[in-house]
């Protein structure tokens, strides 16, 4: 099941779902050793520098115009601001600085500010990685030539399932996006959100959209929802047995993408604030290699890096050193 592929069919990964939990820990944890560090987990910073006043409507966002959520509009962050932050994210351990605007897609008047501070961050040594929205050719390519490690761009949920959560962007629409950052040379950043009140089934098929590109993703990140007053999703879950997702249905989803793309950096993203110790531990044993550190995802919670850093301690587990491997591969593969 070491075997790098992107022709996994839905019964596969139905398949995978449905083993035993302690032979698909086996099984996940198998595969994570043969590619990765086993005790290395990869810290990342997430900072909003561009909040609210999106005009896509996705249920789960508390940053769309179209919730009620209380988060106001702000404009992009000025680029002194934002290396202020990526430095304090690199002195507090962070090896990658991800940044996010609430755009639909970014305007070309914006581009020489994001490319700026691609520039800046990238030259303290951090790894960088943005998620502005849709992306065109022309933009990718201005990316990369800035520098951008990687371009963050969720399918967010299932094809089948896609238009429950949002509509004013088709699910095409981003595997486009992801097309054209890939085109540009840059790695790719794409995962989802589950716990939306989606099927097993879903959630087979979210997988299964990810194992199958042409290229796995060199990050998956692996978001559980957290449901937002004011938000579609968020108040249609509240209060039900939807509004969290079963801790150990979770942890075989972060299983499932580990053994489907051995490679990829699988993180907890979203949502982590509220699973216990024992739960992220799973994950860990399931393949989870990358996690994000701070007070705050965006607009929401997250545990704290004095919190992160005592929970390691606990588990043994230490920051990330080695590189990772799809990076690797992509070396040696340019040097030959």
Avoid at 187 to 200: A, K, L, P, Y
């Amino acid at each position: 099941m070491t075997e790098i592929r992107t022709d996994w069919t839905r019964e596969e990964i139905a398949a995978i779902f449905e083993l035993p939990f302690t032979e698909l820990l086996y099984q996940a944890a198998t595969v994570h050793r043969k590619h990765h560090a086993p005790g290395e987990v990869q810290l990342c910073t997430l900072l909003s520098i561009k909040t609210g006043g999106c005009p896509e409507d996705c249920g789960y966002c508390s940053q769309s115009v179209h919730a009620d959520s209380g988060v106001k509009a702000t404009k992009l962050m000025d680029v002194r601001a934002v290396l202020q932050s990526a430095a304090q994210a690199k002195d507090n351990g962070s090896q990658r600085f991800c940044m996010g605007a609430a755009w639909r897609n970014p305007k070309d008047r914006d581009m020489p500010a994001i490319v700026a501070i691609v520039q800046g961050v990238r030259a303290m040594g951090l790894e960088t990685c943005m998620t502005l929205g849709m992306l065109t050719p022309k933009q990718a390519d201005m990316l990369a030539e800035a520098g951008l490690d990687y371009y963050n761009h969720n399918i967010d949920t299932a094809p089948e399932n896609y238009d429950a959560v949002i509509s004013t962007r088709s699910f095409e629409e981003r595997i486009e996006t992801l097309d054209n950052v890939r085109g540009a040379g840059i790695n790719v950043c794409s995962g989802g959100i589950v716990g939306m009140g989606e099927t097993r089934a879903h959630r087979v098929g979210f997988i299964h959209a990810l194992a199958t590109l042409e290229r796995h993703p060199e990050s998956v990140p692996v978001n559980a929802l957290v449901p937002v007053k004011g938000t579609v999703l968020g108040d249609m879950l509240a209060d039900t047995p939807l509004a969290k997702i079963d801790d150990i249905e979770f942890v075989r989803t972060v299983a499932a993408a580990r053994i489907t793309m051995p490679l990829s950096m699988v993180r907890l993203s979203a949502g982590r604030e509220s699973m216990s110790e024992a739960t992220q531990a799973l994950c860990f044993m399931a393949g989870a290699n990358s996690i994000f550190t701070g007070d705050k995802l965006l607009t929401a919670a997250n545990a704290g890096d004095d919190a992160d850093a005592a929970m390691l301690q606990r588990l043994g587990l230490r920051p990330m050193v080695a590189q990772e491997p799809m990076r690797a591969c992509r070396a040696v593969e340019a040097a030959e």
